[in-house]
C-alpha cells in the first residue's frame, strides 16, 4: 500500500513563498511518478507540477517560472517549491502517484495542505 503525506501549508501575503512537503511510503514505481495537484474552492482539481518519464520537470502554465518541483528519492520525498505566490494560487495542494497492479492502474492522494495566499 502507499500512503503520501503533504505538509508545508499555511497562510501567506501576495508575493510571498511557500515549500511543500510529500513524503512517501509504501512501495512506490518511481519518485518520478510522484506529482502535485491543487484544488481550488468551486473547481476541479489540476495539474501543477510533475516529472515525465525520463525525470524532466514539467509545469502547468500558470505556475511555470514561480513554482519548481524537486525530489529526494532516498527519502522518498517530492518538493514543491513556490514563490511569488497570487492569490490564484490559493487551493488544496495534494500529490499523488499511482501503481500498476492486476486490476490495471491505481491512484493514490495525500490528504492535502492548505494555501491560502492574501491579496
Known amino acids: 500500500q502507499v500512503q503520501l503525506v503533504e505538509s508545508g501549508g499555511g497562510l501567506v501575503q501576495t508575493g510571498g513563498s511557500l515549500r511543500l512537503s510529500c513524503v512517501a511510503s509504501?512501495?512506490?514505481?518511481?519518485?518520478?511518478?510522484i506529482s502535485w495537484d491543487r484544488q481550488a474552492p468551486g473547481s476541479q482539481r489540476e495539474f501543477v507540477a510533475g516529472?515525465?518519464?525520463?525525470?524532466?520537470?514539467k509545469y502547468s502554465d500558470s505556475v511555470k517560472g514561480r513554482f519548481t518541483i524537486s525530489s529526494d528519492a532516498a527519502k522518498k520525498t517530492v518538493y514543491l517549491q513556490m514563490n511569488d505566490l497570487k492569490p490564484e494560487d490559493t487551493g488544496v495542494y495534494y500529490c499523488?502517484?499511482?501503481?500498476?497492479?492486476?486490476?490495471?492502474?491505481?491512484?493514490?492522494w495525500g490528504q492535502g495542505t492548505q494555501v491560502t495566499v492574501s491579496s
Open positions: 516529472f515525465t518519464t525520463s525525470g524532466v520537470t
Open positions: 499523488d502517484t499511482f501503481l500498476y497492479g492486476p486490476s490495471g492502474r491505481v491512484d493514490y
Open positions: 509504501g512501495k512506490i514505481f518511481s519518485i518520478n511518478h
